[in-house]
């Protein structure tokens, strides 16, 4: 399983940006695909994830409005909107891989339940 996350950047405080992560190695019908950030200094934080077979969504509360997670099955590629950038999103950004529970939930937010992780792609808010 290899995933790769791009499109990180330094911008300025205010615009967007968007994120990809490609994916591939099996078939993820059975796994989502979220994101996660970690900040100098900070621990990894969950930021979003979607369901890879029917692309339903989950977001940190914090970050719901202003994040948008997508996937585009025929490209193996999950993306995240970043809209209305602030200095505290700066962070590297990780996309990683969760499977399903056998009873067809996912623990979205628990670190531990992601098993295949990309190098990250840095992400600098300038004020």
């Known amino acids: 399983v290899q995933l790769q996350a791009y499109g990180g950047g330094l911008v300025q405080a205010g615009v967007y940006l968007r994120l990809s992560c490609s994916a591939s190695?099996?078939?993820?019908?059975?796994?989502?695909i979220g994101w996660f950030r970690q900040a100098p200094g900070k621990e990894r934080e969950f930021v979003a994830a979607i369901d890879w077979s029917v692309g339903s969504t989950y977001y940190a509360d914090s970050l719901k409005g202003r994040f948008t997670i997508s996937r585009d099955r025929a490209k193996s590629t999950v993306y995240l909107q970043m809209n209305s950038l602030k200095p505290e999103d700066t962070a590297v950004y990780y996309c990683?891989?969760?499977?399903?529970?056998?009873?067809?939930?996912?623990?979205?937010?628990?670190?531990?339940?992601?098993?295949?992780w990309g190098q990250g792609t840095l992400v600098t808010v300038s004020s």
């Open positions: 190695g099996r078939s993820f019908n059975s796994y989502a």
């Open positions: 990683a891989t969760t499977r399903r529970t056998a009873s067809g939930s996912y623990h979205y937010t628990r670190i531990e339940r992601y098993d295949y």
